[in-house]
């Protein structure tokens, strides 16, 4: 099993920036991919971003791609994601996510979900 906690979320102005941490416990090893989605209300839940935890690697949705950074930290075993330029549009609840294997663009093939942690923009 493996636990994944977000924190970093909160109300911010429209074109200010935000970092998110995910911080996964457990069963956790370099053969796991992490990801991130948000969730606007009444809508579905997306990807934004994932990286491979050993290599490094990083993939983004085209929606976001220029406005946000995803990281890792091996040593506290959280991963990182860096939002620019807010915008009204963006406010969701954020998910972090883990797989193993390949990286995936698909919440529903990943195993691991936070709690989510909520963003607000305000104009």
């Known amino acids: 099993q493996v636990q994944l906690v977000e924190s970093g979320g909160g109300l911010v102005q429209a074109g200010g920036s935000l970092r998110l941490s995910c911080a996964a416990s457990?069963?956790?090893?370099?053969?796991?991919?992490m990801g991130w989605f948000r969730q606007a209300p009444g809508k579905e839940r997306e990807f934004v971003a994932a990286?491979?935890?050993?290599?490094?690697?990083?993939n983004y949705a085209d929606s976001v791609k220029g406005r946000l950074t995803i990281s890792r930290d091996h040593a506290k075993n959280t991963v990182y994601l860096q939002r620019n330029s807010l915008t009204p549009e963006d406010p969701a609840v954020y998910y972090c996510?883990?797989?193993?294997?390949?990286?995936?663009?698909?919440?529903?093939?990943?195993?691991?979900w936070g709690q989510g942690t909520p963003v607000t923009v305000s104009s």
């Open positions: 996510a883990a797989r193993r294997g390949l990286q995936a663009v698909s919440p529903y093939e990943y195993d691991y």
């Open positions: 457990g069963r956790t090893s370099r053969s796991y991919v």
């Open positions: 990286i491979s935890w050993s290599g490094g690697s990083t």
